[in-house]
């Protein structure tokens, strides 16, 4: 009789395939919202290559030559930095700096890398004032180390013994 157990993930790796998972949820969901969008403003398969897929403004996404990225400057730099982020806090002893930081210190830190994003964009839906792309980065780099301060938080308390 064999009594082989199954082999445990350790940490890194289920935090990775959970990154894996929620960034690939992510991208689905960006892609099947767009197809709830009026009819007017409906992604067709046309436009991929032309327009990013979160703003449909060309001018504010990343080219290769005539080819526009699926994501603008702010949304591409949000996922790179988020990884970025992750990699580098649970691949070194920063998660481990980071679980001993009482939440009461982490939340006004989260808020302080995620807010630029919220008044950056704010500013552009109300009050109708154009970001740069520099700003798109900047301020997509900072949500995406935000976010992910949040999630290793997260993830350290949910697996914690």
Known sequence: MNNHQP??????????????????????????????????AKLSFDLIGKVPLCNRNSNSAPHIG????????????MYISFIISMLVF???NLKKALSKIRIIYIIPIILIF??????DGSLQ???????????RIITG?????GASIF???????????
């Open 7 to 40: 082999k445990k993930l350790n940490k890194t790796t289920l935090f990775i395939i959970i990154l894996m998972i929620v960034i690939i949820i992510y991208i689905i969901c960006s892609i099947i919202l767009t197809f709830l969008l009026p009819k007017d």
């Open 66 to 77: 005539n080819f526009v990225f699926l994501f603008c400057w702010r949304c591409t730099s």
């Open 90 to 92: 649970n691949l070194t």
């Open 114 to 119: 995620i807010l630029p994003l919220i008044i």
């Open 125 to 135: 839906y109300f009050f109708f004032i154009e970001s740069t792309n520099l700003r």
């Open 141 to 145: 780099i900072l949500f995406g180390i």
């Open 151 to 161: 999630t290793t938080r997260l993830i350290n308390y949910l697996f914690a013994k």
